[in-house]
């Protein structure tokens, strides 16, 4: 037993390394962390070199990894932004999940997966990434702009809808109900479950907090550390609370953020729980999610299901470019415009590879499939610089890029 134990340790400081160096590896070449950390995964796992394997405990570090992760996700989402946010964010978030989800859907029910299945597919191609849009954006010193705005508005809006979808489609397949009727009974105890998060966040937890650091203060133990403490406990209680309605837990680490942002915590108290979270997720546990990520992954898919992986591919890029520059045409946005936000909308990311993770260890898609999937997730999210970089230079010569500064201005 203690060989075994050496051995897991061994493995465990294998794979922090390597996701470390490849992650930094990939952020120094422009693009996420993450990716660089599921090639290291790729390389030196099963599908490759077999120098790093999984195990039980490593499942369990990948598990709190991506609820730390989603809990550090709703930490950073203003709920209240969503109802400011403008027409243009809207129509762009609904185009954007609608379109994709719609082929996602068809393909599955053309290669003959279950239901079950070609809805996560269809999920898997409606996701989008917010943090990496945010990355672009800076570098390209974007902000500023209008694309920005409703890019950043509508990544946002579509993140919540697929994280909703998520969860109802999560307990679709506890209910084993195949029927209209039971399907949208499961998206509306979902969609009730978030708006009835939103409101104890709003009115609630504040109250409840208050509570809290006055007990603390009363009994003199109130620090970040304890207000840290508290924050981890809110937290696993909602994750446990989505298990009851039969939810992934990683719907209640994303309610749990949102609740923490609205409890009116001390500022310095927030910031030290905000960089705290952040740091055990994407220092130690995301790190060894997204390097398992990669142990999953078949290349395999490249002689035996070329044919399918291409046309996922090819739908997954249209898809999301077009449904967002479509649903853009009623808004005041140009043309062009649209289509570049379009460009933007295009990288999947985190999300969707948390949602085929959970697919595929619940059993409801293949390893191929699955692989397929992560591979469409990486390969949208690499282009995702490319394309912006090349519509905004398209855009910035025809001298039509709009500054939010302008937009207040009237006009001749």
Same mark, same amino acid.
């Given at each position: ?234 937290? /696993?209680?909602?994750? $446990?609370?989505? +298990? !009851? @309605?039969?939810?992934? *837990?990683? #719907? &209640? ?121 992560? /591979?469409?997730?990486? $390969?949208?999210? +690499? !282009? @995702?610089?490319?394309? *912006?970089? #090349? &519509? ?21």
């Amino acid at each position: 037993m203690v060989a075994t134990v050496e051995f897991d340790i061994l493995n465990l400081l294998l794979i922090l390394t390597v996701a470390w160096l490849f992650g930094n590896a990939a952020e120094n070449v422009g693009y996420p962390a993450l990716m660089g950390e599921i090639l290291a995964g790729i390389v030196f796992g099963p599908a490759v070199l077999g120098i790093l394997h999984p195990s039980d405990a490593l499942d369990i570090f990948a598990e709190l990894g991506v609820f730390l992760l989603m809990l550090y996700v709703g930490m950073e989402v203003d709920p209240h932004e969503l109802f400011e946010l403008g027409p243009q964010a809207l129509m762009v978030a609904f185009g954007g999940f609608i379109l994709p989800f719609g082929l996602g859907y068809l393909i599955g029910e053309l290669i003959g997966v279950t239901i079950e299945g070609a809805l996560f597919i269809g999920i898997a191609m409606a996701a989008t990434s917010l943090a990496t849009k945010s990355r672009i954006l800076v570098d390209l010193d974007l902000l500023e702009t209008r694309i920005a705005g409703v890019l950043l508005g509508g990544a946002l809006l579509s993140d919540v809808g697929v994280m909703v979808v998520f969860a109802g489609i999560t307990g679709f397949l506890e209910t084993g109900q195949v029927t209209l009727l039971g399907l949208s009974a499961v998206m509306l105890k979902a969609i009730a479950f978030f708006a009835a998060a939103l409101v104890i966040g709003d009115r609630a937890l504040p109250l409840v907090w208050a509570q809290l650091e006055g007990l603390m203060e009363a009994h003199g133990f109130v620090d970040k550390t304890s207000a840290f403490t508290v924050a981890l406990v809110v937290a /696993f209680l909602f994750a $446990f609370l989505a +298990a !009851l @309605v039969d939810l992934h *837990m990683i #719907i &209640g680490g994303f309610v749990a953020g949102l609740f923490l942002r609205q409890a009116k915590i001390d500022e310095e108290i927030y910031e030290h729980m905000d960089t705290v979270i952040y740091d055990l997720a994407m220092g130690f546990f995301a790190p060894i999610f997204f390097v398992a990520v990669g142990f999953d992954l078949t290349l395999d898919v490249f002689t035996q299901d070329l044919g399918l992986l291409l046309t996922i591919l090819a739908i997954a890029f249209v898809g999301k470019i077009v449904g967002s520059w479509v649903f853009a045409f009623p808004t005041k946005l140009t043309n062009k415009e649209g289509l570049v936000i379009g460009f933007g909308m295009n990288g999947r990311g985190t999300v969707e590879i948390i949602i085929v993770s959970v697919g595929l260890s619940a059993g409801i898609i293949s390893q191929e499939l699955f692989s397929i999937l992560v /591979f469409m997730a990486i $390969f949208t999210t +690499a !282009l @995702v610089p490319a394309t *912006m970089k #090349i &519509g905004i230079d398209w855009i910035e010569n025809a001298d039509e890029l709009v500054y939010m500064l302008d937009e207040q201005e009237p006009s001749d």
